[in-house]
Structure formats: structure tokens, C-alpha cells
């Protein structure tokens, strides 16, 4: 499967941007999706993560109450709504796919397909 991340850009804080993430075939629907960022200098973390059908979503303390995951299997492809954003949330954000697992999860390890990355800046 190939992901396209799409939806960044330039917003000062307070502001709010919607990513999204659009997939490849007919599989979508059996992947359990997530989002990563890296800021400069830093190792890339979990984001949120959302289950195949969309009932379970999971997120990073960091980003709780202010961002939420969805996805549209129809459409193959997953967002990412991000509200409130702060400066610390400026970084390159990545969509990833996870072909196996059962449940979401957390861990870069999981995830088996990731798209190319899509630049979220935030000023103060």
C-alpha cells in the first residue's frame, strides 16, 4: 500500500490545521492506521492511532483534548484534526499503516507502511 500525507503548513498558535493521509488499493479497510511526527533534532513519537473500522483510537498525552484521529474507509484515507496547536507541535508528520495487528498500538516497530511525511509548522 502507498500513503500520501497531506495538510500541512504554516499556523501560529492557537490555530488549527486538518491532515490527511490517502492510501493506496482496496485494502484500507483491514489496516489499523496512525500518526508519528519528528521535530528537528528529535526521535519520531507516536501521535494518535485509529482501528480498522474506526471504533478505537488511541493518543499521545501530549496531543489529548486537543487532536483527533478519524478515518473514512470508503475514501481510504485517515486525518488527523489538530487544534490548539502550540510551537512543540511543529515537525515533519508521517501516516502509517499497521497490516497485522489486531489492536492499535503505539509502537514504530508495528507499523509496516509509511508515507512520505507532511511538514506542520507552528508559530508563536
Given at each position: 500500500?502507498?500513503?500520501?500525507?497531506?495538510?500541512?503548513?504554516?499556523?501560529?498558535?492557537?490555530?488549527?490545521?486538518?491532515?490527511?493521509?490517502?492510501?493506496?488499493?482496496?485494502?484500507f479497510s483491514?489496516?489499523?492506521?496512525?500518526?508519528f511526527r519528528?521535530a528537528?533534532?528529535?526521535?519520531?513519537?507516536?501521535?494518535?492511532?485509529?482501528?480498522?473500522?474506526?471504533g478505537?483510537?488511541?493518543?499521545?498525552?501530549s496531543?489529548?483534548g486537543?487532536?483527533?484521529?478519524s478515518?473514512?474507509?470508503?475514501?481510504?484515507?485517515v486525518y488527523?484534526?489538530?487544534?490548539?496547536?502550540?510551537?512543540?507541535?511543529?515537525a515533519v508528520y508521517?501516516c502509517?499503516?499497521?497490516?497485522?495487528?489486531?489492536?492499535i498500538t503505539?509502537r514504530e516497530?508495528?507499523?509496516d507502511?509509511?508515507?512520505q511525511?507532511t511538514q506542520?509548522?507552528v508559530?508563536s
Open positions: 500500500v502507498q500513503l500520501q500525507a497531506s495538510g500541512g503548513g504554516l499556523v501560529q498558535a492557537g490555530g488549527s490545521l486538518r491532515l490527511s493521509c490517502a492510501a493506496s488499493g482496496r485494502t483491514t489496516y489499523a492506521m496512525g500518526w519528528q528537528p533534532g528529535k526521535e519520531r513519537e507516536f501521535v494518535a492511532a485509529i482501528s480498522r473500522g474506526g478505537s483510537t488511541g493518543y499521545a498525552d496531543v489529548k486537543r487532536f483527533t484521529i478515518r473514512d474507509n470508503a475514501k481510504n484515507t488527523l484534526q489538530m487544534n490548539s496547536l502550540k510551537p512543540e507541535d511543529t508521517y502509517a499503516a499497521d497490516a497485522s495487528s489486531s489492536v503505539s516497530h508495528e507499523y507502511y509509511w508515507g511525511g506542520v509548522t508559530s
